[in-house]
């Protein structure tokens, strides 16, 4: 065993893609020492995947966008489960992050007056997507790399050590929060490249790890989806809120199986893309909910006019948030008239000019050529829904990001949850990540500068190191890959984007089954950049994960957002003031219900009241919101 | 439609290593990184690979593949005819960490070399106003996304240790180009010290960089040769040189 590699740092900062990396500058620029873990080289967080853009309030295309349209926007797109003070801090500081990236020398794409360009996107009222073609995440993650960059630079001449006050720690996983007199001491983990291993003292954590659509089979999301910080905030003692909350993206590509779920950009439909069945029709004019009747158009020839007239005419129903459009597409495929790979077409190529969707859509087009040898200027996609994001995560004070329970701990992007209530909008992420990511930094060198350091004991050393070597001194046990293969099948079946209280019963009793074998996992090969080892880590994350989910998803008995029950349709308004809370008692996940902040008034009152009723109970519309 | 297919896959780490043969299926779509990955999953738990977004977009599975820099997860298993052996191995002209991952750390360095962008200090949040065609020229750089594969195939230092220290490569050709054209950066001399530091003199537009880039950048002719012409201009025209101490910005 080689020699444990000690380090020191003010914030130590988990997870480099948007979230963690705007963390990290706000930490660092407060005047602390930060260390940046990527579990993957820099710069290739899942943050690249974002194709459509950053949704911000800016009114460039609009100029009757502002916040309050913006905060509406996504209580609505949330079923109102959203905490109402991330919303708002969401709503009103996303401009400010946008400009900020432009000044650090982001490109976004433009308006005729010089302005950023803004797309429309779904559940947005106005164009409110700040874009750069259908690479908008590259571009985040880019910025804020070279953002790190110049820090770094700066140090150089400074201090003469580019290395002196941040550096990243690339390949490297983290298996372990520690805590020691129940605060945050630090963190421990190993280098994926040699296996050795390296404890990080600092009195601040801030989890940015991101999503967790690698515990289902046809996901978006890439290797490192595996819901990491997730399950270490839990096993922290901090809380998860929310987890039965997952989005299926509406259009991830179907065909051919190798790239089965892969991403196909929304902004797809924002351009005029439209959806139909193998019959030939435009099938979501079929699922408007009544909620969203008066806002979206119920025929062929107003959906068309507004991409030329706005501001006289309602939106295409292709544009209505993701859970409506998922949940359609699965209905039409369930009802025969899917194709044959069991998606529906999605289709640009009769509406845009080639040369515009090449333009446009350029990332969109070179994946379906290289990857399906399908033109999309000359036919039809086939999509199918996808998971993609999780709204469920760490519950959080919405101001400082800081972990409800355990001092120290702070969560942020993805990973933190109550944003986006039941469902994301489209757009929000990017800029949720970019504000929040902020507040976490700043929350985190708040926290420093008052807390006192706790030292980290050799005892929780030994007992992190010896998790890590564990599945090695195992022989002949279970393999990672088949665990988790075996785990994705049973979120897909059972724990999917329709479910049922029986089939849920099921999945958790199949999932503490894989989680009990999971802790006799073995593993082939030395410590040297081994896929085997790695996997046994993230497995347990998943299985974790899988657990908080299924657990929240059987109790909540009401279809809402990225959650729908076979057996309990409809959305249920004793259900919209509960929030499901997951905790970790050392041995399983245990959700318990906790009430739903109340709207205040001020918030409550930026709506028609005729709106709130059909979210609210008559008690809730009574009172008004609160003081 | 699953088939058989030979994979030689190099397998060793920084003291050895060799080619090993392994027959694997291969279905009907698959790419190449579909297909080490069961044999990752079925025939060799601990085969080093790297990853991400296996759609083109993050660059991590850059590997030589029958010898030509390529992204694993953009290589159909199409594109190879029925029986033939197909080859992969770890990028050439960077240390090899183990089987098929690389020590890329070399463009990280570089990255650190190059001075980072200058907002204009009187210019605030929303205050900026570009045209939609001037931003076009950087954001074709932006799209890169660090796969390396063009500093791999370029033999500048592929086969040339001796040239690292002094060569960025055309990765940070194009980030040079790209700060050089941004409308708003406030740096001077960006391409002078591309000639001058940064090794952009040693680059004689063979153009391999260009051919292997899966984001289809014009590496050289687009970046690279617009820079030569006008580190020449500028350094051998006296007029220009004096309009270029005089304007905001060099021309």
Known sequence: MTELERYKYDVLVIGAGGAGLRAAVEAREAGLRVAIICKSLFGKAHTVMAEGGAAASMGNVNSGDNWQVHFRDTMRGGKFLNHYRMAELHAKESPDRIYELEMWGALFDRTKEGKISQRNFGGHEYPRLAHVGDRTGLELIRTMQQKIVQLQQKDAREYGNAEANIRVFAELTITEIIKEKGVVAGAYGYWREGGNEVLFEAQAVIIATGGVGKTFKITSNSWEGTGDGHALALKAGANLVDMEFLQFHPTGMVWPPSVRGILVTESVRGEGGVLTNTLGERFMFKYIPDVFKDKYADNEEEADRWYLDQDNNRRPPELLPRDEVARAINSEVKAGRGTEHGGVFLDVSKRIPAEVIKKRLPSMWHQFYELAGVDITKEAMEVGPTCHYVMGGVEVEPDTAAAIGVPGLFAAGEVAGGMHGSNRLGGNSLSDLLVFGRRAGMGAAAYVKSATAVAVSEASVKAAADRIQAPFTRAGGENAYSLHQELQEVTHNLVGIIRTGSELKDAIEKIADIRKRSQNVSVAGDRKFNPGFHLAFDLDNMLLVAESTAKSAIAREESRGGHTRDDFPGMNDKWRQVNHISSYNGSEVVVREQKLPTLPKELFDLFDIHELEKYMTSEEIAKGGSN | ?251
């Not at chain 2, 050895?16 to 044999?39: C, K, T």
Request: charged residues 30%.
């Open chain 2, 1 to 251: 439609m699953a088939r058989k297919v030979n994979l030689r896959i190099w397998r060793g780490d920084s003291n050895s290593g060799a080619l090993q043969n392994v027959e694997v299926e291969a279905n009907e779509g698959e790419v190449v990184l579909d297909v080490i990955h069961r044999v990752q999953a079925t025939q060799m738990g601990d085969l080093a690979v790297r990853w991400n977004c296996k759609a083109g977009k993050c660059g991590s599975c850059s590997m030589e593949i029958n010898g030509k820099p390529r992204l694993a997860c953009m290589t159909r298993m199409s594109s190879f005819e029925e029986g033939e052996e197909i080859t992969v191995t770890p990028l050439r002209a960077f240390p090899v960490i183990k089987d098929l991952v690389a020590d890329v750390s070399f463009n990280y360095k570089k990255a650190m070399e190059i001075p980072a962008y200058e907002h204009p200090a009187d210019l605030g949040p929303g205050e900026a106003r570009m045209e939609q065609i001037d931003v076009e020229r950087s954001q074709e750089f932006r799209k890169c996304i660090e796969c390396f594969l063009c500093q791999d195939t370029c033999h500048v230092i592929r086969d040339h240790e001796e040239n690292k220290k002094s060569f960025a490569g055309p990765r940070f050709f194009i980030r040079i180009a790209e700060l050089d054209m941004h409308p708003l950066d406030m740096l001077k001399n960006r391409k002078r010290t591309a000639q001058e530091e940064h090794g952009l003199g040693m680059c004689n537009i063979t153009k391999c960089c260009t051919e292997v880039c899966p984001e289809h950048i014009r590496i050289t002719d687009n970046a690279i040769i617009p820079m030569k012409e006008r580190v020449v201009d500028v350094k051998y025209d006296p007029a220009r040189w004096l309009g270029s101490k005089i304007r905001r910005r060099e021309g």
